[in-house]
């Protein structure tokens, strides 16, 4: 079959245009995946970091219960003043506590906060990075703790 002379390539340009007005679409489409993944990724990171930083919140928590003051708290596990692990609950001040599963680990560190009360700082590293401090004031009163905490960081 022919066709008139003016006719020839219009499917051909046809296409081409119609290739050139979706190429940037699909870039677009393909570069707010990969972004999106990214949100994701840094989102379960920093979630992660944060259950870490919880954790360590409930260790210290199940470690001070044990202790009659905030006084015997502040001396380290040795409960010895003057030594290099005064400050820590479970090992020295800044000592990693590694979870089972890598890279989770984190750190506690107490401090005083007034008449029988302490500060425990509980910072989290995690996935990609991430890293979440959590604090909790501790006070004795009446033989029992009381709590109160918030995200730092």
């Known amino acids: 079959m022919r066709t008139p002379g003016n006719e020839r390539g219009a499917a051909l340009l046809a296409v081409i245009l119609l290739t050139a007005a979706l190429l940037p679409l699909g870039a677009w489409l393909s570069l707010q995946a990969r972004i999106d993944s990214e949100i994701a990724r840094n989102i379960r990171g920093?979630?992660?970091?944060?259950?870490?930083?919880?954790?360590?919140?409930?260790?210290?928590?199940?470690?001070?219960?044990?202790?009659?003051?905030?006084?015997?708290?502040?001396?380290?596990?040795?409960?010895?003043?003057?030594?290099?692990?005064?400050?820590?609950?479970?090992?020295?001040?800044?000592?990693a506590i590694f979870f089972p599963e890598s890279p989770y680990f984190y750190t506690l560190t107490?401090?005083?906060?007034?008449?029988?009360?302490?500060?425990?700082?509980?910072?989290?590293?995690?996935?990609?990075?991430?890293?979440?401090q959590l604090e909790v004031v501790v006070?004795?009163?009446?033989?029992?703790?009381r709590s109160w905490w918030r995200e730092v960081l």
């Open 139 to 145: 006070l004795w009163r009446a033989g029992q703790l």
């Open 46 to 95: 920093d979630l992660h970091a944060f259950y870490v930083a919880e954790a360590g919140i409930a260790r210290a928590l199940a470690i001070l219960d044990t202790l009659p003051s905030a006084a015997v708290a502040l001396l380290g596990p040795d409960g010895v003043s003057g030594t290099p692990d005064d400050g820590g609950l479970i090992a020295a001040p800044a000592t």
């Open 110 to 132: 107490v401090e005083p906060a007034g008449a029988d009360m302490v500060r425990v700082h509980s910072t989290a590293h995690g996935w990609g990075g991430a890293v979440k």
